[in-house]
């Protein structure tokens, strides 16, 4: 037992320095970050301080991902007419304790900027731009033939799951694929990086989240209590509540049911569409999608006692209760979800704070690479 108890303090000491160093950059965030500022700056480097590298298409969309983006205050994107090596439409994502680049260089074929946090920034930008020789790779859940490249648009916004495309033109090399249009997804839902059972915490939702296109009518979907659907996994991911995996499985296109565990927050989204083989399971609910409906976003307004979003922090601040840190959330647009520590927590310096979280759920092609007689592009639901 005292090897166990002993890592247990290790890992909560672990999330004390976590949530501390947290603390510290949001607070010099808040008081050097305010200023809301647009400018693109070409053939200027914004050197070191990444925190990652994304993949865009342009400055503009490197941009929003960097405001949704929990930790980026700035960013260097490397342009398609970058030729120092193969790193074209690379995102670099930025950030220091004061908030500002420690350094700016001139460098040919990148453009840096800051991000739109402090600009109220829409959570669902309109992408209308087109990229000719530009393919979004992967990501794909149908294909299908289109005259043309707006056609192929148009279909990407008519379809709700569709967030991004690639259409192979009638010049391409490979005949047999020429007129392809190839439909893409990406998560129009938060997801959250590490779910867990901690004491002295409340977490919850903004109860303004947008999972998916306005439906008539309003629906629910199937939760099936107590039953497992073994098999068919094609991804795993950490969920809040059946009701949060139920949301996930509705918006992957590719998504038929999903089996969520309640024990370790687990949601496992499944895919099969000949057979669906249930089995008697205690601590699981599995589930239907909803498609094609408003879902019901009941599971938005349920605040969990003693477990912890952890990670996605944009800022914390002292608070009263759980429930002001709900509505600070949901009136903050660039919060999507929060963790309070009560006065239970186990870091005294810490309890009372509410951190305000968020995930980037615009669309983000997971790969973009330079590919002749393709055009790429978003749906443009988001203009309409």
């Given at each position: 037992m005292l090897p166990q108890k002993l890592a247990h303090r290790a890992k909560t000491k672990k999330m004390g320095i976590s949530l501390v160093l947290a603390g510290l950059l949001s607070l010099c965030c808040l008081s050097l970050c305010q200023d809301c500022n647009t400018e693109l700056l070409e053939n200027v480097d914004f050197p070191g301080a990444d925190i990652t590298n994304l993949s865009s298409p342009d400055a503009n969309h490197c941009q929003l991902l960097c405001t949704q983006h929990p930790s980026c205050l700035f960013f260097t994107f490397i342009r398609a007419d970058w030729t120092a090596d193969d790193r074209n439409f690379f995102c670099y994502i930025k950030s220091t304790a004061s908030g500002q680049p420690s350094e700016r260089a001139p460098l040919q074929g990148v453009t840096s900027g800051f991000s739109l946090k402090p600009c109220s920034p829409n959570a669902r930008p309109c992408?209308?731009?087109?990229?000719?020789?530009?393919?979004?790779?992967?990501?794909?859940?149908?294909?299908?033939?289109?005259?043309?490249?707006?056609?192929?648009?148009?279909?990407?916004?008519?379809?709700?799951?569709?967030?991004?495309?690639?259409?192979?033109?009638?010049?391409?090399?490979?005949?047999?694929?020429?007129?392809?249009?190839?439909?893409?997804?990406?998560?129009?839902?938060?997801?959250i990086q590490t779910v867990q059972r901690t004491a002295g915490v409340i977490s919850g939702f903004s109860q303004n989240i947008q999972i998916s296109q306005f439906f008539?009518?309003?629906?629910?979907?199937?939760?099936?209590?107590?039953?497992?659907?073994?098999?068919?996994?094609?991804?795993?991911?950490?969920?809040?509540?059946?009701?949060?995996?139920?949301?996930l499985c509705s918006v992957h296109p590719l998504c038929t049911f999903f089996s969520y565990v309640s024990n370790d927050f687990r949601c496992f989204l499944k895919n099969n569409l000949n057979e669906l083989v249930i089995q008697t399971q205690q601590g699981v609910t599995s589930g239907i999608p909803a498609r094609f409906c408003q879902l019901d976003n009941s599971w938005l307004k349920e605040a969990h006692e003693g477990?912890?979003?952890?990670?996605?922090?944009?800022?914390?601040?002292?608070?009263?209760?759980?429930?002001?840190?709900?509505?600070?959330?949901?009136?903050?647009?660039?919060?999507?979800?929060?963790t309070f520590t009560t006065n239970n927590f186990a870091f005294q310096d810490f309890r009372l704070r509410c951190f305000l979280k968020r995930a980037i759920t615009m669309p983000a092609p997971p790969k973009i690479t330079k590919q002749q007689n393709v055009v790429s592009g978003f749906s443009l639901r988001s203009c309409l």
């Open positions: 992408l209308s731009d087109v990229y000719q020789n530009v393919d979004f790779f992967g990501a794909d859940y149908r294909a299908l033939f289109t005259a043309d490249y707006e056609e192929c648009q148009r279909t990407c916004t008519q379809e709700p799951t569709c967030q991004f495309f690639t259409f192979v033109d009638g010049d391409s090399a490979a005949e047999k694929f020429r007129y392809k249009c190839h439909l893409k997804f990406s998560y129009t839902a938060p997801r008539e009518p309003a629906c629910q979907g199937q939760l099936l209590i107590n039953t497992n659907i073994p098999g068919n996994d094609i991804e795993n991911l950490p969920a809040a509540s059946p009701g949060h995996c139920l949301a477990v912890d979003f952890q990670g996605s922090d944009i800022r914390n601040e002292p608070m009263d209760n759980a429930d002001t840190c709900q509505r600070t959330c949901t009136a903050d647009p660039n919060c999507q979800f929060y």
